[in-house]
């Protein structure tokens, strides 16, 4: 039984006006599947005061697994143990076992069944590097909302209204990549709770990372103060790519922005496993309100 985290929500917004800029309502769902509620890992205080995220029954369920990793010193060993576990666990090369149903449906292109049971961890991540806004990316920012509670801003056009068509079409492009798929979003909650791991583990004291993001512009509801012509507090969409590398930020957008990062918003990176990710130094961030430096 997990114990679901609750986000205390007046008419308005949440969190205490002295701490900053409030959580929007729109962003926030009243539970998740975490440690802390959404208002307060939403919000800005987090970011300066960051504290580990513990997702509901993962380290319970995989209990085996990180007491053999902790034996290994080696983090590329590390990292295939995890991957070998991933496959074992999940029946990724046997998903017969775990139940899968073929698929009648053809690839149009190719004449034969789809493999839609393929879609494990790996293309979820993979999809999100060609394009955030795929069915992977649509995947992967419902997973947010559903273990943080941190709703979707932003998924090829802009989500502010529930009511519209267009949240309705992101719930089914989301089912669709669901779809005949084997536990794919507790395997996307061990690879976050693994990268928490393997970030610790190398930098125990390590709080922040330095990141930078190129925009093209932010949306007027994204920004919510500006405390100085460089320094804005902005609402993020509920995941986000970002870079280590300045010069390779300064390639997807007119602007660049540099934040501090809480390690323990690290969703994962293109280093953390071996193939996963083909970007320069991308890291993929949960987000919430965040306080910027605009450089450019």
Request: hydrophobic share 40%; charged share 25%; aromatic share 10%.
């Amino acid at each position: 039984m997990t114990n679901a985290a609750a986000c205390q929500i007046d008419d308005n917004s949440t969190v205490a006006p002295e701490w900053g800029p409030r959580l929007p309502k729109s962003a926030c769902l009243p539970i998740n599947r975490c440690n802390l509620p959404a208002a307060i890992l939403g919000g800005l205080t987090f970011q300066r005061h960051p504290a580990p995220l513990l997702l509901d029954g993962v380290a319970e369920l995989h209990a085996d697994l990180f007491p053999l990793l902790e034996r290994l010193t080696d983090s590329a060993e590390r990292a295939r143990r995890f991957m070998d576990y991933m496959t074992v666990h999940f029946r990724l090369e046997a998903l017969e076992e775990a139940g899968l149903m073929p698929d009648r449906s053809t690839d149009a292109r190719r004449g034969r069944p789809k493999l839609r049971g393929r879609a494990d961890y790996l293309r979820m991540v993979r999809g999100w590097a060609f394009d955030p806004n795929s069915r992977e990316g649509a995947v992967l920012k419902a997973w947010v909302e559903s273990r943080f509670g941190l709703l979707t801003r932003f998924h090829g056009v802009l989500l502010d209204d529930r009511t519209e068509d267009a949240y309705e079409h992101f719930l089914e492009i989301c089912s669709q990549g669901l779809y005949n798929t084997n536990a794919l979003e507790a395997q996307l909650d061990l690879l976050y709770t693994y990268c928490q791991y393997e970030l610790r583990r190398q930098q125990p004291n390590l709080t922040h990372l330095t990141l930078y993001r190129g925009f093209n512009r932010f949306s007027d509801d994204q920004v919510l103060t500006k405390p100085d012509r460089r320094r804005w507090i902005v609402l993020l969409n509920n995941l986000s790519s970002f870079s280590v590398r300045r010069e390779r930020a300064e390639e997807f957008g007119d602007h660049l922005l540099r934040t501090q990062v809480p390690t323990s918003k690290v969703f994962f990176y293109n280093r953390l496993l071996p193939g996963m990710l083909k970007g320069e130094d991308e890291y993929v961030v949960i987000g919430g309100i965040c306080e910027v430096e605009r450089l450019a």
